[in-house]
């Protein structure tokens, strides 16, 4: 049989984009495709960890034994997330909106004579950072997630501090890499240990390896803090 490392731990995980309304028909979103996030659940599953996987809209199917809350907002995001806490392990890789719309039109805009309206944009919570934060019920191991398009180790390292995380996936999404929406990655693995930070460098893989590369890391630090 496989080994199930994760035996037992709850891990919860953001995935996908937000989409956040303008009025009932239309809305703010990303590209994100939502593929990794749900790597990391297929294989934190098979790992044998009970997982909660909170999905912004995508067109994935929930993966094997995950329990899949579909949401579509960031406020949605972030309530769906504190429902279920408490978990052992959390991995944020939704790419969340900075931004929604400050008054949600209650009907469908209209074309009019007055031009094309104003919209006017207000900031989302910070879901990662809000989770690591809390000062109750904060998961022992939150994982944040940079995606950057240049000086991708000294802004994960700046993310790091920023959120007060423990640990950030970050990845290199500049155009040419063919990160967003395809199915390969390449990840540096920053791991905060004391006053310092440990970084791991990995060669380009599938999305699915980084999931089980980075669960198997999950498993490693899980076992070594014993019993959370
Ligand atoms: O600040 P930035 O969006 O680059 O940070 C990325 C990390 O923060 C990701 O892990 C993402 O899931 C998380 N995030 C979040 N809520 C937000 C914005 C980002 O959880 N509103």
Redesign the pocket.
């Known amino acids: 049989p496989p080994p199930r490392p994760l035996r037992g731990r709850r891990v919860l995980i953001?995935a996908g984009p937000t989409h956040e309304p303008i009025d009932p028909v239309r809305y703010i979103a990303n590209r994100s495709s939502g593929k990794q996030g749900y790597a990391i659940a297929a294989a934190a599953a098979r790992a044998g960890a009970e997982v909660a996987l909170i999905s912004g809209p995508v067109d994935l199917a929930a993966p094997d034994g995950v329990t899949l809350t579909r949401v579509e907002s960031?406020r949605d995001m972030l309530a769906a997330v504190h429902s279920a806490l408490p978990a052992d392990v959390a991995i944020?890789?939704?790419?969340?909106?900075?931004w929604r719309v400050a008054s949600e039109g209650e009907q469908k805009i209209k074309k009019g004579a007055g031009g094309p309206p104003p919209l006017q944009l207000t900031e989302?919570?910070?879901?990662?950072?809000t989770i690591s934060k809390l000062a109750d019920g904060r998961p022992p191991l939150v994982i944040?997630?940079?995606?950057e398009t240049e000086n991708l180790l000294d802004n994960a390292r700046a993310?790091l501090a920023r959120?007060g995380c423990d640990w950030i996936v970050a990845n290199d999404v500049s155009p040419a890499t063919g990160v967003m929406g395809g199915d390969r990655n390449t990840v540096h693995l920053l791991m905060k240990s004391g006053e310092s930070v440990e970084i791991d460098s990995w060669p380009v893989m599938t999305k699915d390896d980084v999931a089980r590369a980075l669960v198997q890391r999950i498993a490693q630090a899980t076992e070594q803090a014993g019993e959370v």
């Open positions: 953001t960031a944020f890789a939704a790419a969340v909106a900075d989302n919570p910070d879901i990662l950072a944040g997630f940079a995606a993310k959120k």
